[in-house]
């Protein structure tokens, strides 16, 4: 049998130790060849370490993408490495400031659209001519904070949904070159940090971190919180080849939380 992503190299931006680790695990174990960036480098490595413990071959290159130059740094390693590039995850966010917006800062508003934005932007465009050739396909990772108004989301919502307008109008402008670009909207991660979270939030109302996982997955069809490699399994299927006919799309993979 072979993978689904055998003899691809795959490329993703904004690593980080639960979503974008699944994606490239996950990337890897289905036969592509990962490059990793992002700027933690010691993360890095120790992902791209497991991944090649596995049998993989990994490449890391530390990356900032509000810089130019680390950028076409990124695209130079990734042909000079691989000799291509087929797919490429955006997965780069700046945290929401949990504040309305009339008390969220103009600089915090700024720099989450610098990272987040702009930042997947000039990824796209540095990698535009590989995957052109390789006829590729992108996927940015998005939020559920697209599909509702709640308090305290104001400056994250409106960075994710100027993503999802760029991803739509790259899907246009790009699609005549063969690159299909998609989007994932995940709602929450059942990941360690959400683990976290939800044992403050138990302590706060005097609850069992158990009950708070109830009352949140209770909104959900499906009663439960999707796991990591749940969204990567979502994320590897629209940058695969199965996937050949779809782009612009957004697919939501929240069990059922929310629907478009």
């Not at 917006?101 to 934005?117: C, H």
């Not at 989301?153 to 005549?176: I, P, V």
């Not at 940090?193 to 708070?212: D, N, R, S």
């Amino acid at each position: 049998m072979t993978g689904l992503l055998d003899g691809k190299v795959v490329v993703v931006s904004g690593v980080g130790p639960a979503l974008g680790r699944a994606v490239c695990v996950r990337s890897a174990a289905e036969g592509a060849r990962v490059v990793l960036a992002a700027r933690t480098e010691s993360r890095l490595d120790e992902i791209a370490d497991e991944i090649r413990a596995a049998g993989g071959e990994a490449l890391t290159v530390p990356t900032d993408i509000t810089d130019d130059a680390a950028v076409e740094n990124l695209v130079e390693r990734t042909v000079a490495e691989f000799g291509r590039a087929d797919a490429l995850v955006n997965n780069a966010f700046a945290l929401p400031s949990m504040k309305p917006l009339g008390r969220t800062d103009f600089d915090q508003i700024t720099s989450s659209l610098d990272l987040t934005v702009l930042g997947t932007l000039r990824v796209i465009k540095a990698f535009t001519p590989a995957l052109s050739e390789a006829n590729g396909s992108i996927v940015n990772i998005n939020s559920m904070v697209i599909r509702h108004s709640e308090p305290r989301y104001g400056s994250y919502k409106m960075a994710k949904s100027a993503l999802l307008s760029m991803s739509q109008t790259l899907a246009t402008e790009l699609g005549g070159e063969g690159i299909r670009i998609n989007s994932v909207a995940p709602g929450y991660i059942w990941d360690d940090q959400l683990k976290w979270y939800f044992g403050e939030v138990a302590k706060k109302y005097g609850i069992t971190p158990e009950q708070v996982y109830e009352q949140t997955a209770a909104r959900s069809d499906l009663k439960r919180l999707p796991e990591p490699a749940e969204i990567a399994d979502a994320v590897l299927f629209l940058a695969s080849d199965m996937a050949r006919a779809i782009t612009g799309h957004t697919l939501d993979v929240n069990c059922g939380e929310y629907h478009d």
